[in-house]
Nanobody, 115 residues
Framework: QVQLVESGGGLVQAGGSLRLSCAAS????????MNWYRQTPGKQRELVAT???????NYDDSVKGRFTISRDNAKNTVYLQMNSLKAEDTGTYYC?????????WGQGTQVTVSS
């Protein structure tokens, strides 16, 4: 049973920072590409950042230069460091992984950026 648990969301002023965490279980974490998505009401869930098992990263243009995805394989945890936050970063952030062809999601953690 795959389980992803996000944490670290909160309310922050524009220009501030947050670090999100996603603790994974039920998978061989070390070989998995891990992803962060966000969703705002009325908008499609969008891929924000991804990190491969080898540590290669990709970011949506809207967060490039401000967000950093990282992983700690010893802790089976992926992180999203969010700096210089903007109001448009507001949303529910979800951790995602594909295991045996099925997509798994955490419960989400809410990030609200006030301007």
């Amino acid at each position: 049973q795959v389980q992803l648990v996000e944490s670290g969301g909160g309310l922050v002023q524009a220009g501030g920072s947050l670090r999100l965490s996603c603790a994974a279980s039920g998978i061989y974490f070390n070989i998995k590409t891990m992803n962060w998505y966000r969703q705002t009401p009325g908008k499609q869930r969008e891929l924000v950042a991804t990190i491969t098992s080898g540590g290669s990263t990709n970011y949506d243009d809207s967060v490039k230069g401000r967000f950093t995805i990282s992983r700690d394989n010893a802790k089976n945890t992926v992180y999203l460091q969010m700096n210089s936050l903007k109001a448009e970063d507001t949303g529910t952030y979800y951790c995602n992984v594909v295991n045996w062809g099925s997509a798994y999601w955490g419960q989400g953690t809410q990030v609200t950026v006030s301007s």
